[in-house]
Every structure is written in structure tokens, then in C-alpha cells.
């Protein structure tokens, strides 16, 4: 049983958070930390230009918002949300924060998984602990 869950959520169709959530309080010692984790990717300056000068305020608040409904009724959760590169921001967190395993939802792969790499992935490779894939 683990005891400091890092649970990287993703609002993205394809990608299930309840269910990895559902499973990482499977792996959880009794009294573990679990923490829901979004990464807010950064936006282009160019892009920023045509944005409310609150838009990464606005962001974080509707993401933390969001990531409360989805901790609602687990012992010991928190949300936290952060900004940069995904697959990076993930594990420098549960590198920063002694995360003794992450769970984290993926989709199928497609062509371009192979070329470009997803998030799931580069977790897993280059992860210093557990890590659960859920699809």
C-alpha cells in the first residue's frame, strides 16, 4: 500500500479521472495522502495578447474549483494546480512532494503517440516511483 498519492488529473473526453482516482484509494495504506494534480499548460505569448489580463487567475480558480468536486468525501485529499510542461511539472511535484506512486489515466495511443510521446508515458519513463496507468 502506498502512503502519497499523486493522482495527475486531466479534464480532456478521452481521459477517465474518477477512475484513476477510484483507483489510486485502492492503493492507499490506511491514512495516505492522495493529491490531485492539474497542470495548467503555459500559453504562447503571442495567444496572451487576445486574453483578459486575469486569464491565469481565472484558470486556476475553475481548475481548483473542479479538482474540490472530485475530492469531495476522500480522507486526506488536496488539489493543487500548477503551471508548465505536463509531463515535467507532474514529476518534479512528486519528486518535490515524496510522492511514493502516481496514478494517471491515458488514452489508447494513436499514430501520433508514437512520434510525439504522451503524457502517460513520459511519466513513466522517467518517474523515480510507482506508477499505475489507468485506461
Known amino acids: ?3 502519497n498519492i499523486l493522482v495527475p488529473v486531466s479534464f480532456d473526453e478521452e481521459r477517465d479521472a ?3 482516482i477510484d483507483v489510486a484509494r485502492k492503493l492507499a495504506g490506511e491514512g495516505a495522502h492522495i493529491t490531485l494534480l ?3 499548460e503555459q500559453v504562447p505569448s503571442y495567444a496572451t495578447t487576445f486574453a483578459s489580463q486575469n486569464y491565469m487567475e481565472e484558470a486556476k480558480k475553475a481548475v481548483r474549483e473542479q479538482l474540490n468536486k472530485l475530492i469531495e468525501g476522500i480522507p486526506n485529499a488536496e488539489g493543487a494546480v500548477v503551471e508548465g510542461h505536463s509531463g515535467r511539472s507532474i514529476l518534479d ?3 518535490e512532494k515524496w510522492s511514493d506512486c502516481i496514478v494517471i489515466a491515458s488514452h ?3 499514430l501520433q503517440d508514437y512520434f510525439l510521446g504522451s503524457t502517460a508515458a513520459h511519466v513513466v ?3 523515480g516511483c510507482a506508477v499505475h496507468v489507468v485506461r
Do not use: E, K, N
Open 125 to 127: 519513463r522517467h518517474a
Open 1 to 3: 500500500m502506498y502512503m
Open 108 to 110: 489508447r495511443p494513436g
Open 18 to 20: 474518477q477512475q484513476a
Open 93 to 95: 511535484y512528486a519528486a
Open 38 to 40: 492539474h497542470v495548467i
